[in-house]
């Protein structure tokens, strides 16, 4: 599970419209307390690797879910 959180609202959006699009299962939600987020919205994508091609540009960062732990694997800081 991968987990993608953003600057903005509307970029979440984007992004899980985009993603659902691609026909991968994914929902939006309040980002998990462990992790900041500029916005409080995030999306969970089934997927073990995520096409930055299917992320709206302001996104923020990406983690992969390891249990109850979440590992930053990009930063679009």
């Given amino acids: 599970m991968i987990v993608i959180t953003?600057?903005?609202h509307h970029s979440a959006q984007t992004t899980h419209k985009m993603l659902i699009n691609a026909g991968i299962s994914?929902?939006?939600?309040p980002v998990p307390r462990s992790l900041s987020s500029s916005c409080?919205?995030?999306v969970f994508a089934e997927v073990d690797e995520i096409d930055f091609e299917l992320l709206?540009?302001?996104f923020e960062?990406?983690?992969?879910?390891d249990g109850?732990?979440?590992i930053k694997i990009h930063s679009n800081e």
Avoid at 26 to 29: G, Q, R, V, Y
Avoid at 61 to 65: D, F, L, R
């Fill in 26 to 29: 994914s929902k939006m939600a």
């Fill in 61 to 65: 960062a990406v983690y992969k879910e």
């Fill in 6 to 8: 953003f600057f903005t």
């Fill in 40 to 42: 409080g919205s995030c």
């Fill in 68 to 70: 109850r732990k979440y």
């Fill in 56 to 58: 709206d540009e302001d």
